[in-house]
């Protein structure tokens, strides 16, 4: 008899690990609350640092067949999705396996609470159920071995200082400019306006870019809590020319800042208000003003909430996988992961993994060839015990 696997979200990380399971004699289902590659069409036209070859197995090429891209191709997020996640998820291989607009509200042991049987092998013998919210209503579904691969994209973290939410910040929430998608959007209405971009990552890295090039210029006040003169963490000898290009350039605009830009260094955001159109902001420096448009890009977190009745060891400090942000406590760069054991891929809940960004919650330094190669352990894992 098979064994059913069933795989939350759609993405590259998702699919990957549904053909692989495939593969391993499960059967497999995906649930994606909303269209196959939903997080990547949130970049909008912001491009992967990282070339196709580097972002895809072998086996889902040969999935693609003749329609993959070239392994030098530079996507952008919205082509990942469109030439890529989309072909995958129609493919024989998964075909009839991915359904859409399925959220997931809640994941638990059959008549198991988290408190029961922790660590006993008793545990692991009873099946999973998932509470699941579709077109039909609501349904419950079992499964031997889920895979968590819901990624992190869709809960930003808070713009206010020490990452809690700015007072105000609720009240104005739906204004603020959270995803590069959503900032490639609105650039009509952004040229000569007073603009608020906090943050001091890759993504506002490349928010500055597409901000740099509007006529007129726009007024922008870069809020940072880096005080390094150059906020943007450089890699040295980077071999990723894109992500040494969108950064460096980023940094160079901070070191020496051209009309149309202040820096404001080591703060973060007091409070927010919109009491007449505009968002009034107060920065932690006693200083702030009024903008037409606050561009947050603070990082993204996991959605945890609807794990609560598993058995989960979730890291403090990154609110994924424990012992993989243990294992990668020293990590900086995403291309230089060290040697991972198969203890380091578990999760604390027998047949149950986060994979994908997921699992590395906060850290900054997920890289999908590298998710790759973690859901191949894991999977292999999962055929040999499950």
């Known amino acids: 008899m098979s064994r059913r696997l069933v795989v939350v979200g759609a993405g590259p990380m998702g699919l990957e690990a549904a053909l692989l399971a495939g593969e391993r004699g499960f059967d497999v289902m995906v649930l994606e609350q909303d269209r196959v590659g939903e997080s990547l069409r949130r970049w909008g036209g912001t491009r992967f640092f990282s070339p196709f070859g580097m972002n895809l197995s072998a086996r889902a090429v040969r999935a693609l067949g003749d329609g993959a891209p070239a392994e030098d191709a530079m996507l952008t997020g919205v082509e990942m999705a469109e030439q890529v996640l989309e072909p995958l998820a129609a493919s024989p291989a998964l075909r009839g396996r991915v359904r859409t607009g399925r959220r ?99 993504s506002a890295a490349n928010a500055l870019a597409m901000l740099e090039g509007l006529r007129p210029a726009p007024r922008i006040t870069w809020a940072t809590r880096s005080g390094h003169r150059r906020p943007c963490v450089e890699i040295a000898d980077d071999p990723l020319a894109e992500r040494q290009r969108v950064t460096a350039r980023a940094n160079d605009l901070a070191a020496d800042p051209p009309p149309f830009l202040t820096v ?58 424990l012992r993989l942000t243990r294992a990668l406590a020293s990590v900086t760069d995403c291309l230089a992961v060290p040697q991972l054991s198969d203890r380091d891929l578990e999760s604390g809940e027998p047949r149950f993994a986060l994979v994908g960004s997921k699992s590395y919650g906060r850290l900054p330094t997920f890289l999908l060839r590298t998710g790759l190669a973690q859901i191949e352990r894991i999977v292999d894992r999962l055929a040999s015990v499950a």
Request: aromatic residues 4%; proline residues 6%; glycine residues 16%.
């Open 264 to 321: 404001e260094r080591r703060t973060g955001v007091e409070s927010l208000a919109a009491p007449n159109g505009r968002i009034e902001v107060r920065l932690a420096n006693g200083r702030g003003g009024a903008f037409d448009a606050v561009v947050g890009l603070t990082g993204y977190r996991p959605d945890l909430s609807f794990l609560s009745e598993l058995a989960l060891e979730i890291s403090p400090a990154s609110e994924g996988a």
């Open 104 to 202: 997931v509200t809640a994941i638990g042991r059959a008549r198991l609470t988290r408190r029961d049987l922790p660590g006993h092998p008793l545990r692991a013998e009873r099946p999973f159920r998932l509470l699941v919210e579709g077109p039909g209503g609501e349904e419950t579904l079992e499964a031997e071995c889920v895979l968590d691969a819901s990624g992190v994209y869709g809960r930003p973290a808070h713009v206010g200082v020490g990452g809690l939410p700015a007072r105000g910040e609720a009240a104005v929430g739906a204004r603020l400019l959270r995803h590069l998608g959503t900032v490639e959007t609105a650039i009509p209405d952004l040229a000569g306006r007073d603009l608020l971009l906090v943050g001091h990552g890759h």
